[in-house]
């Protein structure tokens, strides 16, 4: 149990264009959704919490309207980085917190995004 | 806001040797102190967990010790093996209960065991 699905797994994308990353709880209600970028041979950085069906929070530093996440319900949660760059080329995964049947976060599988 | 340290950066070992990575929080209200490997380009994969009500905790091979009051926690790993290679990161948060708090990582250990 408590799996999230990550959507999709891998993207190129040219300069410029929006990208939209999906994060589906299957078997639990995420009521909050979080969202890590992770560059090459570095940690796990948070970049912003969600919960449903209201606005994000953004960790410092992290442009909300670069990185615009969408919350809706409680087993979707997407990302989309709009006007992309190479810069933002990065590994993105999904965390949702569970309380139920024991205290812990589930990843999503992450998304591999080179922006070109 | 939480600051997690984990140290060494990288740690070289021979098969059959144990393994210490140890880490430091900042925020004293952290009460879940999760331990993860993560190979290249895959979702970081829970190894063990301790709570902070805990002291330690052992499974097989693995085992992690919690210091609340020095605000440090270690993962041991015995008799290692070539597949113990990867990065391990440690993290923090105070979210039992609360499922608003995300965890805080620390920044990896690359773990290598040679044969």
């Known amino acids: 149990g408590a799996v999230v699905s990550q959507h999709p797994s891998w993207v190129i994308c040219k300069s410029g264009t929006s990208v939209k990353i999906e994060c589906r709880s299957l078997?639990?209600?995420?009521?909050?959704m979080f969202w890590y970028r992770q560059f090459p041979k570095q940690s796990l950085m948070l970049m912003a919490t969600?919960?449903?069906?209201?606005?994000?929070?953004?960790e410092q530093g992290v442009e909300k309207d670069k990185f615009l996440i969408n919350h809706a319900s409680l087993t979707l949660s997407t990302l989309t980085v709009t006007s992309a760059h190479p810069e933002d080329s990065s590994f993105y995964i999904c965390?949702?917190?569970?309380?139920?049947?024991?205290?812990?976060?589930?990843f999503g599988s992450g998304t591999r995004l080179t922006v070109v | 806001g939480e600051n997690v340290e984990q140290h060494p950066s990288t740690l070289s070992v021979q098969e059959g040797d144990s393994a210490v990575i140890k880490c430091t929080y900042s925020?004293?209200?952290?009460?879940?102190f999760p331990w993860y490997k993560q190979e290249l380009g895959k979702r970081p994969q829970l190894i063990i967990d301790?709570?902070?009500?805990?002291g330690e905790k052992k499974d097989q091979r693995i085992a992690v010790t919690l210091n609340k009051t020095a605000k440090h926690f270690s993962l041991h790993i015995t008799e290692t093996q070539p597949e113990d290679s990867a990065v391990y990161f440690c993290?923090?948060?105070?979210?039992?209960?609360?499922?608003?708090?995300?965890?805080?990582f620390g920044k990896g250990t690359s773990l290598l065991v040679t044969p």
């Open positions: 965390s949702a917190s569970r309380q139920i049947p024991n205290y812990g976060y589930t």
């Open positions: 078997d639990f209600q995420a009521t909050t």
């Open positions: 969600s919960n449903e069906g209201s606005k994000a929070t953004y």
């Open positions: 925020d004293s209200a952290s009460n879940y």
């Open positions: 301790i709570r902070s009500n805990v």
């Open positions: 993290a923090a948060s105070k979210g039992m209960g609360n499922s608003g708090y995300a965890l805080n």
